[in-house]
Nanobody, 118 residues
Framework: VQLVESGGGLVQAGGSLRLSCAAS????????MGWYRQAPGKQRELVAKITSGGITNYADSVKGRFTISRDAAKNTVYYLQMNSLKPEDTAIYYC????????????WGQGTQVTVSS
C-alpha cells in the first residue's frame, strides 16, 4: 500500500490550495481516508476524514473552509480542498488510509508541506 500526497505549497492568507492523495496497492476494504496535519512542536491532528460510505467529519478549526472528497472516477484518489487559508493552517499534511484486512491497518503518506503567509 502506498499513499502519495501532492498539491502543497506556499500561499497567502485567504488563498486556496487543493491537496491530492493517490493510493495504490489497495483493492478493497477501505474503511476511511483522512487528512491529518502536524505543525512544528505540535501533535499530529485530524483535519478531515471520509468513510467508505461517504460520511465526512472535520476538525472544528477547518469546518466551512476545507472539504474532503473522493474522485468520482478513481476510487483511490482523494482530495482536500482548502479555502480561506490562515497562517495557523501551516503544517505538514498527511494522507491516511484505514483498511480492513481482518484487523484494521493504518497507512500514511510521506506528507506535503503547506505554508500560509500572513
Amino acid at each position: 500500500v502506498q499513499l502519495v500526497e501532492s498539491g502543497g505549497g506556499l500561499v497567502q492568507a485567504g488563498g486556496s490550495l487543493r491537496l491530492s492523495c493517490a493510493a495504490s496497492g489497495i483493492f478493497s476494504g477501505i474503511l476511511s481516508m483522512g487528512w491529518y496535519r502536524q505543525a512544528p512542536g505540535k501533535q499530529r491532528e485530524l483535519v478531515a476524514k471520509i468513510t467508505s460510505g461517504g460520511i465526512t467529519n472535520y476538525a472544528d478549526s477547518v469546518k466551512g473552509r476545507f472539504t474532503i472528497s473522493r474522485d468520482a472516477a478513481k476510487n483511490t484518489v482523494y482530495y482536500l480542498q482548502m479555502n480561506s487559508l490562515k497562517p495557523e493552517d501551516t503544517a505538514i499534511y498527511y494522507c491516511n488510509s484505514q483498511i480492513d484486512r481482518g484487523a484494521t491497518f493504518s497507512y500514511w503518506g510521506q506528507g506535503t508541506q503547506v505554508t500560509v503567509s500572513s
